[in-house]
């Protein structure tokens, strides 16, 4: 029969597993917009039969436009194309003070990203991982590569 040291020692341990897995999921915040169908495609990053097309609201758009930073509350989605067919999302989400939630070598200003898939479900691949750190050189343009197209775009 266990003793009740081993027993309270198994469960603090697993208190503690449980308490570090919620905090990483709670890590990230970005979430899948509801107004998704009211956004529009600012970006066509196709190459053959994959690529990337970009979203963003219109008043998003024309803030990035006025060359004003884009404000908390920003969400900017990538739909994922391989083989001609949807796969996912991606989101890219910024909220107030959410780049202090992040480990500041993995920050990306207050940006979170997120992967979906085509029903708006979480579905964080490794590759999401790799999304933050290329955008961690992008400092200078807010963390964002598709700032130069939402400035361009034309309805």
């Known amino acids: 029969m266990p003793s009740f040291r081993s027993v309270l020692l198994a469960l603090l341990g697993?208190?503690?597993?449980l308490a570090s897995g919620l905090a990483s999921a709670a890590a990230n915040r970005a979430t899948f917009p509801k107004d998704f169908k009211q956004m529009v495609m600012y970006g066509d990053y196709r190459r053959g039969s994959g690529g990337e097309l970009a979203y963003a609201l219109r008043e998003t758009i024309d803030i990035a436009k006025a060359g004003q930073p884009l404000p908390p509350g920003t969400r900017l989605v990538l739909e994922i194309y391989d083989a001609g067919a949807l796969t996912g999302y991606f989101v890219m989400?910024?909220?107030v003070d959410w780049g202090l939630e992040v480990e500041e070598e993995k920050r990306t200003g207050d940006w979170h990203f997120q992967q979906f898939d085509t029903n708006g479900q979480v579905n964080r691949t490794s590759i999401a991982e790799r999304c933050e750190a290329c955008h961690q050189g992008q400092e200078s343009n807010d963390f964002m590569f598709t700032r130069d197209?939402?400035?361009a775009y034309l309805p």
């Open 93 to 95: 989400e910024k909220g």
């Open 149 to 151: 197209r939402m400035e």
């Open 14 to 17: 697993a208190a503690l597993l």
